[in-house]
């Protein structure tokens, strides 16, 4: 079994940065894929951002060069970071590990 913990959301300004941490628990192996999705009202999940094992990223279109994946295997621990926040990045933030398990979500809001 695996947890994952998800936090660093809330509420910014347009413009603004957050940076989100999901730390996982469990049947680890660090050289598994974790990732970043996210669900805004009414929408269906969609990718964020990803992470190989070995530190291999892709990214979404609509975050690329405003958002950047990271993590540090050693704490079994994913990061992202998020500038130029806008309005339409206001979503439920999901922690994935081999897209097999999944966090509870942490809220990110952005005001214009």
């Known amino acids: 079994q695996v947890q994952l913990v998800e936090s660093g959301g809330g509420l910014v300004q347009a413009g603004g940065s957050l940076r989100l941490s999901c730390a996982a628990s469990g049947s680890i192996v660090s050289i598994s894929p974790m990732g970043w999705y996210r669900q805004g009202p009414g929408k269906q999940r969609t990718m964020v951002a990803t992470i190989s094992g070995g530190g291999t990223t892709n990214y979404g279109d609509s975050v690329k060069g405003r958002f950047t994946i990271s993590r540090d295997n050693a704490k079994n621990t994913v990061y992202l970071q998020m500038n130029s926040l806008k309005p339409e990045d206001t979503a439920l933030y999901y922690c994935?590990?081999?897209?097999?398990?999944w966090g509870q979500g942490t809220q990110v809001t952005v005001s214009s």
């Open positions: 994935t590990y081999k897209y097999a398990y």
